[in-house]
């Protein structure tokens, strides 16, 4: 098993900044894949970023792409998403995901990934 705890949500204005931090435990860190998706009010959770188990590979959305940068600390087990320019459509519920197969890929799909965390809101205000 693997637990995921979320933390670094907020309120922020349009144009503002967030960093979002992962800390992941119950199992080697450097084994995972990892992903950060988000589901805001009366949406499907959509795919955010994505960073490979060395920290080789990471993916993006088109929404997020040159704004957010995914990044990992595999010393520290954690796994963290910087936001920038942050816009009202950034809103929802923040997850990070965890997926221990095919760990060296980066994944979109939402159902490749074994573990979630209970999630971090973030707001953004305009």
């Known amino acids: 098993q693997v637990q995921l705890v979320e933390s670094g949500g907020g309120l922020v204005q349009a144009g503002g900044s967030l960093r979002l931090s992962c800390a992941a435990s119950?199992?080697?860190?450097?084994?995972?894949?990892m992903g950060w998706f988000r589901q805001a009010p009366g949406k499907e959770r959509e795919f955010v970023a994505g960073?490979?188990?060395?920290?080789?590979?990471?993916d993006y959305a088109d929404s997020v792409k040159g704004r957010f940068t995914i990044a990992r600390d595999n010393a520290k087990n954690t796994v963290y998403l910087q936001m920038n320019n942050l816009k009202p459509e950034d809103t929802a519920v923040y997850y990070c995901?965890?997926?221990?197969?095919?760990?060296?890929?980066?994944?979109?799909?939402?159902?490749?990934?074994?573990?979630w965390g209970q999630g971090t809101q973030v707001t953004v205000s305009s």
């Open positions: 995901l965890a997926k221990s197969r095919v760990a060296w890929y980066v994944s979109r799909d939402i159902s490749a990934y074994d573990y």
């Open positions: 119950g199992r080697t860190f450097s084994s995972l894949a």
């Open positions: 960073i490979s188990r060395s920290g080789g590979s990471t």
